[in-house]
């Protein structure tokens, strides 16, 4: 298991840099956490002397998107954009991340965990 960057009681299911040339040489750090069985939380931390932090419950997340360049190929990263029905932010990049399809597939599949704990349905109506 990774470093926990937040507190003892959080259990951290992923986390990441946002990468330049394939290395993560930034201060922007994302992760996935849940706190003691609670729902799970996708954390954005940007900024070293000061930081900005935005944090959405995965459960109000509506749609992904994956963005790859050809330089993004080349160094296995991607942006992977999360649509979500927040009050204060209505999406999150995921800028230049390792294995962005990964990432995707692993938060889709958390969103569903939580929408059923909570005993959320998600419909789409069609006119």
Same mark, same amino acid.
């Given at each position: 298991m990774a470093k926990n960057m937040y507190d003892s009681e959080a259990q =951290?299911?992923? &986390?990441?840099? %946002?990468?330049?040339?394939? !290395?993560?040489?930034? *201060?922007?750090r994302y992760s996935v956490i849940r706190k003691d069985g609670q729902y799970a939380k996708l954390v954005n931390i940007n900024? *070293?002397?000061?930081s900005h932090s /935005? /944090? =959405? #419950?995965?459960?109000r997340v509506d749609d992904f998107e994956v963005h790859q360049s050809l330089t993004d190929k080349m160094f296995g990263v991607g942006t992977v954009t999360v649509y979500c029905k927040d009050a204060t932010c209505d999406k999150? /990049? !995921?800028? #230049?991340v390792k294995n962005p399809y990964k990432v995707r597939q692993l938060l889709n %599949? !958390? =969103?569903l965990e939580? +929408? &059923?704990? =909570?005993? !959320? +349905?998600q419909t789409e109506m069609q006119f």
């Amino acid at each position: 298991m990774a470093k926990n960057m937040y507190d003892s009681e959080a259990q =951290v299911l992923w &986390q990441d840099r %946002k990468r330049w040339c394939g !290395l993560p040489w930034s *201060f922007t750090r994302y992760s996935v956490i849940r706190k003691d069985g609670q729902y799970a939380k996708l954390v954005n931390i940007n900024g *070293f002397l000061s930081s900005h932090s /935005e /944090e =959405v #419950n995965l459960y109000r997340v509506d749609d992904f998107e994956v963005h790859q360049s050809l330089t993004d190929k080349m160094f296995g990263v991607g942006t992977v954009t999360v649509y979500c029905k927040d009050a204060t932010c209505d999406k999150i /990049e !995921l800028k #230049n991340v390792k294995n962005p399809y990964k990432v995707r597939q692993l938060l889709n %599949k !958390l =969103v569903l965990e939580d +929408r &059923q704990r =909570v005993g !959320l +349905r998600q419909t789409e109506m069609q006119f």
